[in-house]
């Protein structure tokens, strides 16, 4: 393991620390309608892990059911949002950017739900859009 593929990151009142062992596989900026009521902000920044590459240092999260397969991961002091695991890939882990001690170390690589972007936003990346889901057709 490189050092420099070590990530530190935790919520904002401290409470919940966490590091990863390996850079993530995969981030995206997520602009769904659960990622937005769920965190608060317009939208949300995934990175994605293998589980096992993700150590809690300090606490844990709480988990919110936001649909049936959905897990959803806060801090209970601070009300962060931390996580975000699927029931049906239990060796994923997908953690929020922001939390990141230093954020500008992971850069999402394309956009996903943007028929939820708000319309005063202005992103002017070269990074693909998908309307919907991933796996669902591109709209030019
Ligand atoms: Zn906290
Ligand atoms: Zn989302």
């Known amino acids: 393991m490189k050092t420099s593929e070590m990530l530190l ?5 401290g409470a919940i620390r966490y590091q990863t062992q390996a850079a993530p596989f995969d981030a995206d900026y997520c602009h769904c309608r659960q990622c937005q009521l769920s965190s ?16 809690w240092l300090n606490g844990h999260v709480t988990e919110f ?5 959905i897990r959803r991961g806060f801090c209970q002091q601070c009300g962060c ?6 029931l049906d890939y239990p060796d994923y882990l997908t953690l929020s950017v922001a939390t990141l ?7 999402p690589k394309y956009h996903i739900f943007t028929d939820n972007q708000v319309s005063w936003l202005t992103l002017e990346d070269n990074c693909q859009r998908y309307p ?3 796996s669902s057709p591109i709209v030019a």
Request: with cysteine.
């Open 9 to 13: 990151g935790g919520c904002l009142c």
């Open 40 to 55: 608060g902000a317009v939208m949300m920044v995934w990175m994605d892990f293998k589980r096992q590459q993700v150590k």
């Open 65 to 69: 059911a936001s649909s049936d397969k």
């Open 81 to 86: 949002s931390v996580s975000y695991r699927h």
């Open 101 to 107: 001690d230093n954020p500008n170390l992971v850069a």
């Open 132 to 134: 919907q889901s991933r």
